[in-house]
């Protein structure tokens, strides 16, 4: 099994900047065999896609409202994701997902991963 806990999460003013993280861990657990994204969901709305980035880091993909405010990356070596999330609009407050594939290849897709943590609150206010 493969556990996933994110962080970071919290208030912010509009235009402010936060980092999220999502540590990895699990028994003969490879978190470099795994693609990661994040996804959001805000009340009274769907699960969508925020971003994800493939085993090694080298190709990511964004969702079109946060491109260019927010960026994905991973360290191998910690077995942990991030989001720095900057420009920050009230439109982002959402509890934040990170999720895990077990495949080298990311997606969009939410159904295609396989492990989700528990989410970590983010709240912008105007």
């Keep these: 099994q493969v556990q996933l806990a994110e962080s970071g999460g919290g208030l912010v003013q509009a235009g402010g900047s936060l980092r999220l993280s999502c540590v990895a861990s699990g028994r003969s657990f ?17 699960r969508e896609f925020v971003a994800a980035i493939n085993w090694a880091g080298g190709t990511t993909y964004y969702a079109d409202s946060v491109k260019g405010r927010f960026i994905i990356s991973r360290d191998n070596t910690k077995n942990t994701l991030y989001l720095q999330m900057n420009s920050l609009k009230p439109e982002d407050t959402a509890v934040y997902y990170c999720a ?27």
């Design 30 to 46: 490879r978190f470099s065999s795994y693609a990661m994204g994040w996804f959001r969901q805000a009340p009274g709305k769907e």
């Design 100 to 126: 895990g594939r077990a495949s080298f290849t990311a997606t969009m897709t939410g159904p295609a991963y396989d492990y989700w943590g528990q989410g970590t609150q983010v709240t912008v206010s105007s």
